[in-house]
Nanobody, 121 residues
């Protein structure tokens, strides 16, 4: 129903910036996306929430990225972005896009394949 494709990852020096994009391809006309988010997973660690945004543009952030990262959303393009500034070596991880599809019975979750972000110190 929903295919999420991330892009924008790469290698950057500490203090640098990157912008991640996630495009949601919808297989049906009436698919409605609710919350979308970015998660990260560092080697040997569990996946954790970075930032979340709902369909109205309201967003929340993990404490570790507040004031450095900004999540935004373009509903017309079914796309979310993560502008990352002041990158630190601790931000090195695979970043995953997440989306929830509205369903009258149960919310349907979808994950992208992930994009690698590597911050060199």
């Amino acid at each position: 129903q929903v295919l999420l494709t991330e892009s924008g990852g790469g290698l950057v020096q500490a203090g640098g910036s990157l912008r991640l994009s996630c495009v949601a391809s919808l297989s049906a006309f009436r698919v409605i996306l609710k919350d979308m988010a970015w998660y990260l997973q560092a080697p040997g660690k569990q996946r954790e929430l970075v930032a979340q945004i709902n369909e109205d543009g309201d967003s929340t952030y993990a404490d570790s990225v507040k004031a450095r990262f900004t999540i935004s959303r373009d509903n017309a393009r079914n796309t979310i972005y993560l502008q990352m500034t002041g990158l630190e070596s601790e931000d090195t991880a695979v970043y995953y896009c997440y989306a929830e599809q509205f369903h009258p019975v149960v919310t349907l979750p979808y994950w992208g394949q992930g994009t690698q972000v590597t911050v060199s110190s």
